[in-house]
């Protein structure tokens, strides 16, 4: 054992409290960066040296830097990232969609409905009523007009909700070529045998990106490279991306890797986007088209069955459909028979609304306006574009109950991603409390190791002595 050994004892332990020092003063430094995480310098104590009458230690030598990181945390935060993701994305949807039916409220189409049944109750009342008959050719053309406007603000959501599907795809392909070039980076990073400490702050900031667009998983490997998976398949291995595809079709799909297979069980942020123009705008426009049809079918079979009479003295005339039918319409569109297409015939007038009908039709006759005003309370069968049936209900009812069913999903979706803030922020603030940086915690172990180093260079001051006073005996 020698003085020399002493000092060399003392240098490691000041070059060690000065690595530490450095390390926490990078963490007060990046304590407010997005994605940082706590370093942590590992110290151990360094080789001892043995001699014939024991062994004697050698001082602290550093033996890593590494990240303060719990995994279970990681998966729980993207675990409740991709599900607040989905929800908060399906809750502003809903309550978007909610304000196209504007309900209740005395413009929207319930409103509609009840006043064009009103002016058929009023036409029964004075049947040659010219006036009248206008109202009723006005309230006709505005439930169309309604239908028609419900219709296309629905497509424009649909069309904006495609649009950020897009975008975001866009965006999860970026993060997965970040990804796997990360994994390449870090894998040569790592091969001196130490952690790539931002490197891997890097990467894990983009899968918590990819989870809360996608619900994406990873597994890390042995050489440091981890891959992602998204609705159970591999959209990154190591240093090869998989690219999302969007197939804008109806109904929408997203296929990865260029599979042909779309992906199922989608999480996140675009898993709902897709949900919502897979199944609920969908829903919720067949259920209109539906409506629309059982409406224009029942009216115009009513109708057709009268007779309109005009002119002095009056003549009558067999009326004709009061809503078009033609399918498709001359001038190309949609079907009239959809919300979207829709409308009052064109040739139809004040002159050819018909209120009369029965075995003894005549100018003074109510039947078809009777009959039309009493609709608003019978029940019909309705069914969707494609057949199946949606129900017995009056029209108003129906809508109703489509309304109804809207505004309870709309709730159940804000009370969901209620629910699913708080889970997120408390799995946040743990995983905070492991992986954040504390200032406070930072200013106490500068403070520690500022005496640990002191406390060597005293070392080193008393080797000086002890070398001073070897100088002096040997004069």
């Given at each position: 054992?020698?003085?020399?050994?002493?000092?060399?004892?003392?240098?490691?332990?000041?070059?060690?409290?000065?690595?530490?020092?450095?390390?926490?003063?990078?963490?007060?430094?990046?304590?407010?960066?997005?994605?940082?995480?706590?370093?942590?310098?590992?110290?151990?104590?360094?080789?001892?040296?043995?001699?014939?009458?024991?062994?004697?230690?050698?001082?602290?030598?550093?033996?890593?830097?590494?990240?303060?990181?719990?995994?279970?945390?990681?998966?729980?935060?993207?675990?409740?990232?991709?599900?607040?993701?989905?929800?908060?994305?399906?809750?502003?949807?809903?309550?978007?969609?909610?304000?196209?039916?504007?309900?209740?409220?005395?413009?929207?189409?319930?409103?509609?409905?009840?006043?064009?049944?009103?002016?058929?109750?009023?036409?029964?009342?004075?049947?040659?009523?010219?006036?009248?008959?206008?109202?009723?050719?006005?309230?006709?053309?505005?439930?169309?007009?309604?239908?028609?406007?419900?219709?296309?603000?629905?497509?424009?959501?649909?069309?904006?909700?495609?649009?950020?599907?897009?975008?975001?795809?866009?965006r999860v392909n970026q993060?997965?070529?970040?990804?796997?070039?990360?994994?390449?980076?870090?894998?040569?990073?790592?091969?001196?045998?130490?952690?790539?400490?931002?490197?891997?702050?890097?990467?894990?900031?983009?899968?918590?990106?990819?989870?809360?667009?996608?619900?994406?998983?990873?597994?890390?490997?042995?050489?440091?490279?981890?891959?992602?998976?998204?609705?159970?398949?591999?959209?990154?291995?190591?240093?090869?991306?998989?690219?999302?595809?969007?197939?804008?079709?109806?109904?929408?799909?997203?296929?990865?890797?260029?599979?042909?297979?779309?992906?199922?069980?989608?999480?996140?942020?675009?898993?709902?986007?897709?949900?919502?123009?897979?199944?609920?705008?969908?829903?919720?426009?067949?259920?209109?088209?539906?409506?629309?049809?059982?409406?224009?079918?029942?009216?115009?079979?009513?109708?057709?069955?009268?007779?309109?009479?005009?002119?002095?003295?009056?003549?009558?005339?067999?009326?004709?459909?009061?809503?078009?039918?033609?399918?498709?319409?001359?001038?190309?569109?949609?079907?009239?028979?959809?919300?979207?297409?829709?409308?009052?015939?064109?040739?139809?007038?004040?002159?050819?609304?018909?209120?009369?009908?029965?075995?003894?039709?005549?100018?003074?006759?109510?039947?078809?306006?009777?009959?039309?005003?009493?609709?608003?309370?019978?029940?019909?069968?309705?069914?969707?574009?494609?057949?199946?049936?949606?129900?017995?209900e009056t029209i108003g009812?129906?809508?109703?109950?489509?309304?109804?069913?809207?505004?309870?999903?709309?709730?159940?979706?804000?009370?969901?991603?209620?629910?699913?803030?708080?889970?997120?922020?408390?799995?946040?603030?743990?995983?905070?409390?492991?992986?954040?940086?504390?200032?406070?915690?930072?200013?106490?172990?500068?403070?520690?190791?500022?005496?640990?180093?002191?406390?060597?260079?005293?070392?080193?001051?008393?080797?000086?002595?002890?070398?001073?006073?070897?100088?002096?005996?040997?004069?």
């Amino acid at each position: 054992m020698s003085l020399g050994s002493i000092l060399n004892v003392a240098r490691n332990a000041m070059n060690a409290q000065q690595a530490a020092v450095q390390v926490a003063s990078q963490n007060i430094s990046n304590a407010q960066t997005d994605g940082y995480t706590r370093e942590r310098i590992e110290l151990t104590a360094a080789v001892p040296t043995t001699y014939p009458w024991g062994t004697v230690g050698n001082g602290v030598s550093i033996a890593d830097v590494t990240r303060t990181r719990d995994a279970l945390l990681d998966t729980s935060f993207r675990s409740e990232s991709a599900d607040a993701g989905a929800a908060s994305t399906t809750s502003a949807a809903l309550q978007q969609i909610q304000t196209i039916f504007n309900e209740p409220s005395d413009n929207g189409l319930a409103a509609t409905l009840d006043k064009f049944w009103s002016s058929w109750s009023d036409l029964a009342n004075d049947p040659t009523n010219q006036a009248a008959k206008s109202v009723v050719l006005s309230a006709g053309q505005d439930v169309a007009s309604q239908l028609n406007q419900s219709a296309s603000q629905l497509d424009a959501t649909d069309q904006q909700n495609r649009q950020a599907i897009q975008t975001d795809v866009d965006r999860v392909n970026q993060l997965t070529q970040q990804v796997a070039d990360l994994n390449t980076k870090i894998v040569g990073a790592e091969s001196g045998g130490h952690p790539a400490n931002d490197l891997r702050d890097a990467r894990d900031s983009a899968v918590d990106e990819l989870a809360k667009l996608t619900g994406a998983q990873t597994i890390e490997r042995s050489n440091g490279t981890v891959g992602v998976y998204a609705a159970g398949r591999l959209i990154v291995d190591g240093s090869a991306a998989k690219p999302l595809q969007f197939n804008d079709a109806n109904p929408p799909a997203i296929t990865a890797g260029g599979s042909a297979t779309p992906l199922a069980g989608l999480g996140g942020s675009l898993g709902a986007e897709l949900g919502l123009s897979t199944s609920s705008i969908p829903d919720l426009m067949n259920r209109l088209d539906a409506l629309t049809s059982a409406l224009v079918t029942n009216v115009n079979a009513i109708h057709g069955a009268g007779t309109a009479y005009s002119g002095t003295p009056p003549v009558g005339a067999p009326a004709g459909n009061f809503f078009d039918v033609t399918n498709p319409p001359p001038s190309g569109g949609d079907p009239r028979l959809t919300a979207r297409g829709v409308q009052v015939a064109a040739s139809l007038t004040p002159d050819g609304v018909a209120a009369s009908a029965g075995a003894n039709p005549g100018p003074g006759n109510n039947d078809v306006a009777l009959a039309l005003a009493q609709f608003k309370d019978t029940s019909v069968t309705i069914t969707s574009p494609g057949g199946a049936a949606l129900g017995n209900e009056t029209i108003g009812g129906f809508y109703q109950q489509t309304i109804g069913g809207l505004a309870t999903a709309t709730q159940q979706a804000q009370d969901n991603e209620t629910v699913q803030n708080t889970m997120l922020s408390n799995v946040t603030t743990r995983r905070q409390s492991e992986s954040g940086v504390s200032t406070d915690e930072e200013l106490i172990d500068i403070i520690q190791h500022q005496h640990s180093y002191e406390a060597a260079a005293r070392l080193v001051n008393v080797v000086d002595d002890m070398t001073q006073t070897l100088v002096d005996l040997g004069r």
